[in-house]
């Protein structure tokens, strides 16, 4: 069965770096989305991404975060500086179509740890 | 407002007993769809059951079923014959109809569920 994959599944860093998480969606999806969840909290919305561009992003995108799709597999979410407070799992998502109606898949998700 | 709310942090299940999780949701869309998701204590997020907003039938898939309320604003998750394997947390999400596409999910704080031999 076709599943979304992450790497590394987890990311030590010092704040102020920068760090690309990688995420390769289901092959056939064509929207694509980031989420973050700090421990013991909610999962937030960070960004959705669709047709090489920017659908929608969340407060929380700001412009420490950026998104790309280097290539036809890839999908990745760059921090530019890393703060304490981006230590969180950051989770991959994909779906075939972009409707209310279409499941979100998830990857096993990215722990960031930023000291 | 929240737009999911889940409000049993925790829940404990004798073994082979069904349990209720509950998940109100807030919305002014017509359109809208909801789901569930499994997070086991390795962090994946597996996602369990969908039910659309026009969906007149209460969706089920498996041990899972949805008891969709609509007049009511809840879609509360029920497990049935609890095995060991159930114990994680469980996430109710809501997506909009509102401009149909790339829409984000918008999850509840969730609720650790505990399945007791």
């Known amino acids: 069965e076709p599943e979304v994959t992450q790497t590394p599944s987890h990311q030590v860093t010092q704040m102020g770096q920068e760090v690309i998480l990688r995420c390769v969606p289901i092959s056939n999806h064509l929207y694509f989305y980031w989420y973050r969840q700090i421990l013991g909290q909610k999962v937030e919305f960070l960004v959705s991404f669709y047709n090489n561009e920017i659908s929608e992003k969340s407060e929380i995108f700001d412009d420490q975060f950026s998104v790309e799709r280097p290539d036809g597999s890839n999908f990745t979410l760059k921090i530019r500086s890393t703060k304490l407070e981006d230590s969180a799992m950051y989770f991959c998502a994909s779906s075939e179509l972009g409707g209310y109606t279409d499941t979100q898949y998830f990857g096993p998700g990215t722990r960031l740890t930023v000291l | 407002a929240q737009k999911i709310t889940q409000t049993q942090p925790g829940m404990f299940v004798q073994e082979k007993e069904a349990v209720t999780l509950d998940c109100t949701y807030d919305?002014?869309?017509?359109?809208?769809?909801l789901f569930w998701y499994k997070q086991p204590s390795s962090g994946e997020m597996i996602f369990l059951i969908y039910q659309g907003s026009y969906d007149e039938q209460n969706a089920t898939e498996g041990r899972y079923s949805l008891n969709f309320q609509k007049a009511r604003k809840s879609a509360n998750l029920v497990i049935s014959a609890s095995q060991l394997g159930d114990s994680a947390m469980y996430f109710c999400a809501m997506r909009e109809g509102r401009g149909n596409t790339g829409n984000q999910f918008y999850f509840g704080t969730g609720t650790s569920l505990t399945v007791i031999p």
């Open positions: 919305t002014s869309d017509q359109s809208y769809g």
